[in-house]
Structure formats: structure tokens, C-alpha cells
């Protein structure tokens, strides 16, 4: 059985999962902004996020933990200090998401599969390559043609000068700037089956 990696302070993770069956999970375009508004509910306060990618069946999103100390609460009721568990905050997520949908579509029983997978970042290539390999995932699985036309990917949040949550000014200045951020991801395109070789245990 797989060891499940857990979820530290201040570490870097890909998280990624797919629908349960391969089962499409975004069924109009609207179901899109519910599950960023989610995410933004139950896991943006406790993790910084630097890339994304929804697609019809499959998630892809880029985080690092927050620090030990920002992930301890207080019970309004009780008024006790509690830690504040990421793994149980995707689950809060994908749970809040599945009853949506099913009761907006008449379905029932789960919508992802039973766990979500996560891999820890370790290298800087990796950090890279991931986030190029995240924002090219829609070409990749033959959803569009060009990358840059998916809209629901954070490509172009990060190059965006609106309001976001996204880690933007960092990652920008992990690539040199916002120029070398586009010419990068258009550069490497020819690589892409390296990249996809480089994070094969990665592809839903």
C-alpha cells in the first residue's frame, strides 16, 4: 500500500486528484469559479498557492504550508488552541464541492477519488518544471490546442495585474520577470514530453 505523505508546515507540495471513475467533475463553466471559491475558503488561509490547473476530470494546484505558528487557531466556543490540519481542509474542500454538485444535479455518492495525491517539492528544478507542467496540462491532455487559451489554469492570473491570491510577485520573479515568465513556457513547449517524463508519477 502506497505510504501517504503528510502534510508539514512550511513544505511544498503538488496536490492533484481526479474524478472518482474518471468521472467529469466541472460540468458548466460556472462549476469552475465554485471550486476556486471553495478552495479559497478552506485551504487559501492556510497555504500559499503559486500555480493551478482545473480541468473537465482532474486538478492540479502548486501550494506550500503555511508556517507551524499561522496554523493554530482558536475555538470561538471552546476559546482552546487547535491545529489547523491541511489534509482535513482538502477533504472539507472536496466534500463542500461533491454536495454542491450533487444536489445541483441530482447525483449522489462521492465525486473524487477516495484519497488525493500529493508529492513534496524538493528541488528548485522541480518548483520550475511543475509549474510549466501544471499550466501546459489542457494541451497535454488534447483539451485545446495552445496552453495560454485555457481559462482556468492560473497562467494568466499570474500575469495579470488583478487582485489575486495566487504567490504571484514570487513566481514571476522565479522566471526574471513577466517577459521571461511567457517566453518560458513558449520556449519550452517542444520539451513538454521531458517535463511529463520528469513528473510522470505526477500525471491523473
Not at 474518471?22 to 471559491?37: G, M, S, Y
Request: charge should be positive.
Amino acid at each position: 500500500m502506497q505510504e501517504i505523505v503528510k502534510l508539514e508546515p512550511s513544505r511544498y507540495y503538488h496536490i492533484y486528484t481526479r474524478g472518482n471513475n474518471k468521472e467529469t467533475i466541472f460540468k458548466a463553466p460556472d462549476n469552475f469559479n465554485l471550486f476556486l471559491q471553495l478552495f479559497k475558503k478552506y485551504i487559501a488561509p492556510y497555504a500559499a498557492t503559486y500555480a493551478y490547473c482545473l480541468l473537465p476530470n482532474h486538478v492540479h494546484f502548486l501550494i506550500c504550508v503555511n508556517e507551524a505558528e499561522s496554523l493554530t487557531v482558536y475555538d470561538p466556543v471552546t476559546q482552546k488552541p487547535f491545529k489547523i490540519d491541511l489534509q482535513r481542509q482538502f477533504s472539507h474542500l472536496f466534500n463542500a464541492y461533491t454536495k454542491t454538485i450533487n444536489t445541483r444535479y441530482g447525483r449522489t455518492g462521492s465525486l473524487f477519488q477516495e484519497r488525493f495525491k500529493r508529492k513534496e517539492v524538493t528541488s528548485e528544478l522541480y518548483f520550475t518544471r511543475l509549474i510549466q507542467y501544471i499550466h501546459f496540462n489542457p494541451q497535454h491532455h488534447g483539451l485545446i490546442d495552445v496552453f495560454s487559451e485555457w481559462p482556468y489554469s492560473s497562467y494568466h492570473s499570474l500575469l495579470s495585474k488583478s487582485k489575486t491570491l495566487l504567490q504571484r510577485e514570487t513566481v514571476i520573479a522565479w522566471f526574471g520577470g513577466s517577459a521571461e515568465f511567457r517566453k518560458f513556457h513558449e520556449e519550452n513547449a517542444a520539451e513538454f514530453k521531458a517535463i511529463v517524463q520528469l513528473i510522470a508519477d505526477d500525471d491523473v
